[in-house]
C-alpha cells in the first residue's frame, strides 16, 4: 500500500487515479498531521509526499516517520527548488520526483524503491565487524542489529558485490535508484552519509563506505 | 591622461591667462612710465643747459671785438662750458672735446638759432647744442655775428636714472607675478571645486548610484548648474525606480503565474495518463481528443517549466551544481536518451573532462540539436573539443541557415522568425535559456551561418565552470 500526502484534492485525487490504475493500492491524506496518523495506523510500504503543505510540512511529516520506521520516502518536489532537495534528503528521503510528476515516472521510482527490499542472496557475507545476510536482509554490527532503509541497504550490497571496486555516482544511480543518466548526485551523497552514521564508528573519517576523490565510492579495503 | 589634463584642464589655463595679463600690465605700466620719465628728465637737463648757455652768452657776447680772435674765443668758451667749442670762421676754440656733428654745424648755420641733438659718442649718451652768438645792429635788427657756441653734456646719469626706473619696474612685475599665479590658483580653485563635486556626482550616477548629488553652495552659474543637475538625477531616479519596479513586478508576475499553473497541471498531468492508458477501448474521436489533451498538457508543463526556468535567471536564483563530467559521454547520453544517435553525426574525442553542470550542459545540448533538427536539414553534427581552459560544443547543420535580419534575435524569449514557424513544439523559451545557462558557466553562445549554407552554434564552457 502506497500512502500519498498532498494538500490540493485535485491533484491528490488525479495522482491517486493514475497510481490506482497503474496497479498500486492507494491511500490518501490531506495535511501533514493526518499523514503522520495515518502512517502509523494503516503502515504503508511506502509514502509519496509533497512537500509544501500546511500545518507541519513535508519535512517535518518524514523525520517523524524516519523517527519510527525505515519506510521508503518519495518527496515530490519543484524542479530548480534545492533548497528542498537538500532539506528533503537531509530528512531522510529516498529519492524524490519534480512536479508536475508524470505518473509513469512516479510508478517506475516506487517500483525501484520496493525493489530494494526483496533480498536476491543467498548467503551471509561478513566484512570486519560487519555481517550481511543477502537472504534475510539483515545487516548487524558486532553481533547487533542496524535498521537501514532499503535505499541503504540496496546501496551497501551494491557496494559489497565487489568489495574495493569504485563505484561512480552515476553507476551508483543507475544500479541502485534506477534512474537515467542525469539522476541527481546528491541522493548517493545523502544516502552514503545516512549509511555511515549507522555502519561507522567514525562518519568523519570511514572504514566501509569510502570516498574515493573525482571518482565515487568504494568498499574498503578493510 | 595626466599630459592631457595639464594641456587642456582649467587650472593652467587660468594660471596662464592670469601670469600673462600680470606680466603684460605691468610691461606696459614699465614701459610706458619709463618713456615718459625719460623723456622728461632728457628735455628738463637740455633745458637746463640751454639756459646757461644762453645766459652765459648773453653776459659775455656784448664785451666781444668783432672780428673776435682766438682770445675772443676761448674766453668765451670758458664763460659757456668746459665741455664747450666756439668757432667763428675758421678759428676754433683749442680745448673740448670734439663731438660736434657736420649736422648740427649745418643746422645751426642756416637756421641761426638754437639747435639740439642726442648722439652716442665714446660710449657714452650726449646732449648736443649748437647756437649761434647774435649781435644787435644800430638800427636794432639782429644777425648771427658769426660766432658759433657748441656744448656737449654728458648724459650717462639721466640714463643711469632711466635705466634704475626699468630696473625698479621690472622688479615690481617680477613682485607681482607670484601673487598673480596665487591669485589665480584661488580662482581655479574656487571654480573648480564646485565643477570637481559636481563631476564626482555624475560619475557616481554613471556608475548607477542613483542617490548622487551635490550641494549648491552661494548663488553662482555652477550653483545654478548643481541644482540643475541634482534636479536631473533626481527625475532620472525616479522613472529609474518606477521602471525597475514595473519590471520586477512583471517578472514576479511570469514567476507568480508559472507556479499557479503548475498545482492544475498537476492534475491534467496525472489523469492524461489514466486517458491515454484507457485510450485503447474508446470511441475514434474521444481518442483523439484524448490524445490532443495529452499533447497540449506535455506542451504547457515544457512551457510552464521553461518560464519557471527563465524567472529563477531573472531572480538571479539559478544555481551551478558543478561536478566532474566527461563532455563527449554527457553529450551522448544526451543524443541517446533523445533517440537522436543515429540522426546526429558525433565528432569528439573519447575524454573531454570538464567540470560544470551535467543537468543544465544536456539542456543546452538538446536544446540546439533539436532546433538544428527542427529547422535545419541533414546532416546535422555535433563537434565536441578542448582547448586549453576551454570546452567547445559546435552544432552544425546543413539546411537553409537563419535568415541575415533574424540571427541577431534568436536568442531573444519568444522570438518567432515567421509565421510559419510560430507553431513548433519548443517554448519559443530554449534559445535563451541556453543562453543563460551558457552565461551562469562564464561561458557564451553564439549563431551564425555556414558559409557551405547551414546554421551553427557555437556553445564555449570555461572547463573549470566552478572556479571563477
Redesign the interface.
Known sequence: MILLVED?P??R???E??LS??GHEVGTAPTGEEGVEAFRSSRPDLVVLDLMLPGIDGFEVCRRIRAVSETPVIMLT???D?FDVVSGLAAGADDYVV??????VLDARIRAVLRRTSGTGEEVRAHGDLRIDTTGLTVSLRDEQVSLTPTELRLLLTLTRAPGRVFSREQLLQEVWEH???GD?RLVDNCVQRLRAKIETDAAAPRYVQTVR?FGYRFGPL | MIGRRWRGGLRPRLLAAFVAVTALGATAAAWSSAGSASTALVESSQRRLVETVTSQITAVAPGLTYPPGQDALELLRAAVSPNGVVTYGGLRSADGPDLITDSLRNAVRTGGRLVSQRIEAEGRPWLLIGTPVMITAVDGARAPSGIEVYVARDLTAVDDEINGMARNAGLTAGLALPLAVLLALLAASSVLRPVRRLRDTARRLAAGDLRARSRPRGSDELADLTVTINEMAASVQSSMTAMRRMQADAKRFAADVS?EL??????????V??LS?SADRMEPDARESAQLAITETQRL?TLV?DL??VS?FDAGT??L?V??VNVTT?VR?CLR?RSWLGRVELVAPDEVAARLD??RL?VVVANLVGNALRHGAPPVRVIVSASGVEVRIEVVDSGPGIVEHVLPHVFDRFYKADAARARTPGSGLGLAIAMENARLHGGDLTVSNRESGGARFVLRLPGEAGRR
Open positions: 490540493d485535485l491533484v485525487r488525479g495522482l487515479l493514475a490504475r497503474l519543484a524542479r530548480g534545492d512536479k508536475p510528476a508524470k505518473p509513469t537515467d543518466y542525469l548526485s573525482g | 507556479h503548475r498545482t492544475p497541471l498537476s492534475t491534467l498531468t496525472a489523469v495518463e489514466v492508458m508543463v517549466e519557471m526556468e529563477r539559478a544555481e551544481r561536478e566532474d554527457a547520453q536518451a551535467r543537468r544536456d
